[in-house]
């Protein structure tokens, strides 16, 4: 009889079929991401969700204690609470507004490349590099009532503005800041959506004689359906989460017509040890970002859907 001889690791793998090596390759890669996402961001959602229905101090020899929707109800039943959730939801939509229609006009203008548009992309991409914190001091030293604008109209004569010194004044003056800090990745994601558009289709519409507000209609803005969904998603969840601008330049302030639900959770609740409201708190923020999500995707989805008929 002849001699069997012993299995070695490259036969055994190599009597496997292909579908399983590649299966297991593809797994193996896959794994590692998976792991590292359910530790960053799964882990703790599911904790928030745990914490937001007990009322603990965040002390290791304090057990959590179930209290059911309390929290919740205490946010809800809360006048400030309830001021705080309306400043948000203007600070994400009125934001989300403004930063696009920024972006996309700017955009149109600075889509052909030359040496002044690219210049221009990137003054315009710079505020974005500033750290938040930075950009609020920043405009608390022009916007200020000590700042530069109100001097300046000092020494001419009139009268200085309460650019965050009035509660109406001080939200909408927020509001500018954070678009500016803002619009500049929005910026880059409509150049790139623009380079995108079918240049046949453009040419197309020219020699029919459309003019370029018709053009836009009809072949641009379908052709940037998912960069526009995409671009208004990400400002929106940005502007939920607003919270350095807010600690740098209002601190919350006058009077809390500028306190966010982010800010409320890291600057007041968390330092209170009041984990449980915070949680709660942090729990409606992540609802209202997969509303927004949601929101978004379902009103943008006859314009995705003419895009590609285009396409």
């Known amino acids: ?161 309460p650019f965050l010194s009035d509660p109406d004044w001080a939200l909408w003056s927020m509001i500018l800041v954070i678009v500016w800090s803002l619009f500049g990745v929005q910026l880059i994601l409509y150049l790139a959506g623009l380079q995108a558009v079918p240049a046949d289709l453009l040419e197309a519409a020219r020699i029919d004689g459309a003019n370029r507000w018709q053009t836009f209609r009809a072949v641009t803005w379908p052709s940037l359906a998912s960069t526009v969904t995409v671009a208004v998603i990400t400002s929106g969840i940005s502007l939920l989460k607003t919270y350095d601008v807010v600690v740098s330049l209002t601190g919350g302030g006058p009077a809390g017509s500028t306190k966010t639900l982010a800010y409320s959770i890291l600057a007041v609740s968390f330092p209170q040890r009041d984990i449980g409201v915070a949680s709660a708190q942090a729990v409606l923020l992540i609802v209202a970002a997969a509303v927004l999500a949601i929101t978004v995707l379902v009103l943008r989805r006859r314009a995705e859907d003419d895009a590609e008929s285009i396409g």
């Open 1 to 161: 009889m002849g001699r069997r001889e012993p299995l070695t690791m490259e036969r055994t793998a190599a009597s496997k079929p292909r579908g399983w090596r590649d299966l297991g390759a593809r797994v193996s890669m896959v794994v590692p991401a998976v792991l590292i996402y359910a530790a960053l961001l799964v882990v703790p959602v599911i904790y928030a969700f745990y914490y937001s229905f007990t009322e603990y101090n965040g002390f290791p020899n304090r057990v959590p204690e179930f209290v059911g929707l309390d929290n919740y109800r205490s946010i809800f039943e809360s006048d400030d609470m309830t001021g705080t959730m309306v400043v948000t939801a203007v600070v994400a939509v009125v934001g989300a507004v403004a930063v696009n229609l920024a972006a996309l006009g700017l955009a149109l203008l600075l889509q052909r490349t030359n040496r002044f548009n690219t210049f221009g992309r990137v003054v315009m991409f710079y505020p974005h590099v500033l750290s938040a914190l930075v950009v609020g001091f920043l405009w608390q030293a022009i916007l200020g009532p000590q700042g530069v604008v109100n001097t300046m109209l000092e020494k001419v004569g009139t009268d200085s503005l």
